[in-house]
């Protein structure tokens, strides 16, 4: 038997005993779960079924796009298609996030990783030695590997994309009687993914679409009331709360929003010793929840990156040459490398680069926060 609350919160002054708790499995909150049920995702799932089902006969699958806004499930998607393609013989399925493998090289050691179950050393090994081992490998044993890029966008914004889609679509060719498809899985809904890439490798890919839209309303409360099933003991976070949260993350548009905002609540209503979520948990939690993204994006800029977001905070709303000038007493870096790496930030929506033209001097660019100035501070 649990002792009531109140008792305990008078016993340890305000706060429930280490093993009580509103959650009967907290873990299904955190970013590396991958739920059991997978619903609204019917019609997606089948196009990439659709796609990927000659791979377990052994022949080359269809190459796929996946698209759509962040949270809205097509990693988890991925995941539960190569969870049940793994389990076939004769077929590899790697998937490889790109906002940690950015580069050609890196795509090709998760690969040789998976493949020979150790990571290839990070230099000193030529790309075409790594490919051709990979390669041959596959050959031997007669797999069909199936590569998901995910997060895509990434490989675009440190131009990488074209050169390692080149060497996917391209593996029969120089490496005869390899079998080889790509996923693509990308979050950048501005990208015209196909526009960008070169010619050459256009001309060899023709994915399979499938659209990941936002999330309505209602779905989003059938996600989350699951998710609040599995995840918190029975009758701890009322229905009105549920309604609240859901209402916010439809708002915010990604699931992640509201699967983050369930969990801090939940800590949230432990903190005031309390068994059950009430509205005023969630509205404690909600600005933090709702700049879940800002912080994961932020937390995987390079330091150059982050250096410079941080210059654009200090001046915020300026032309981007005088921005350049205050960047380079901070770093040593080109005008070249700066405008990439304004380019990036304007991708990924941390700021707004915008031209303006000026009274008879043609036009320069003007860089906005596109976020709350404390927020980004606090996260640098
Ligand atoms: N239909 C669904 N049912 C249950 N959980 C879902 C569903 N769709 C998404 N989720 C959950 O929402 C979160 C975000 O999903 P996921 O990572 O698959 O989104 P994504 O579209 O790949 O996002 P990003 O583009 O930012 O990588 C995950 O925790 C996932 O478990």
């Known amino acids: 038997m649990r002792t009531h609350v109140s008792a305990m919160a008078d016993d340890s002054g305000g706060m429930l005993s280490w093993d009580e708790s509103v959650f009967r499995d907290e873990h299904v909150f955190e970013i590396d779960y991958v739920p059991d049920a997978f619903r609204h995702r019917e019609s997606q799932l089948q196009t990439l079924q659709y796609a990927l089902r000659p791979a377990v006969r052994g022949n080359r699958p269809l190459n796929a796009m996946v698209r759509g806004p962040p949270g809205t499930g097509k990693t988890t998607a991925i995941q539960k298609l190569f969870g049940e393609l793994g389990g076939r013989p004769g077929v590899r399925p790697v998937r490889v996030n790109c906002q940690v493998d950015a580069t050609r090289y890196g795509v090709f050691s998760r690969v040789f990783q998976s493949i020979f179950d150790y990571e290839p050393p990070s230099s000193g090994v030529s790309f075409k030695k790594l490919f ?28 990488e994309a074209s050169d390692t889609l080149y060497s996917l679509l391209r593996a029969h060719e120089t490496h005869p009687g390899a079998k080889v498809g790509v996923v693509l899985v990308c979050s ?77 609540a939940g800590l949230h209503a432990e903190s005031r010793a309390s068994e059950t979520v009430a509205i005023e948990d969630v509205e404690a939690v909600s600005e933090r929840a709702r700049n879940h993204r800002l912080t994961r994006d932020i937390e995987t800029l390079s330091d150059a990156e982050r250096e410079l977001l941080g210059t654009i905070a200090d001046h915020d709303g300026g032309r981007a040459g005088d921005v350049y000038d205050a960047f380079a007493d901070r770093t040593d870096l080109g005008y070249t490398r700066y405008t990439e790496l304004v380019n990036k930030l304007d991708r990924l929506d941390l700021i707004d680069a915008r031209y303006e033209s000026l009274e008879g001097r043609g036009r320069s660019r003007t860089l906005t926060l596109a976020h709350d100035a404390e927020a980004v501070e606090r996260r640098l």
């Open 132 to 159: 051709g081992q990979v390669a041959d490998r596959l050959v031997d044993e007669e797999e069909v590997l199936v590569v998901a890029l995910d997060d895509v966008n990434y490989l675009f914004y440190e131009n």
């Open 188 to 264: 950048d809904t501005d990208l015209d993914v196909i526009e960008a890439l070169d010619g050459r490798v256009q001309s060899v890919f023709r994915p399979e679409e499938a659209y990941f839209p936002v999330y309505d309303r209602e779905e989003v409360a059938d996600i989350l009331g699951e998710r609040v099933r599995v995840g918190f003991r029975d009758g701890a976070l009322p229905m009105n709360v549920l309604d609240r949260v859901a209402e916010q993350t439809a708002e915010a548009g990604d699931l992640r929003v509201g699967i983050d905002m369930l969990r801090r």
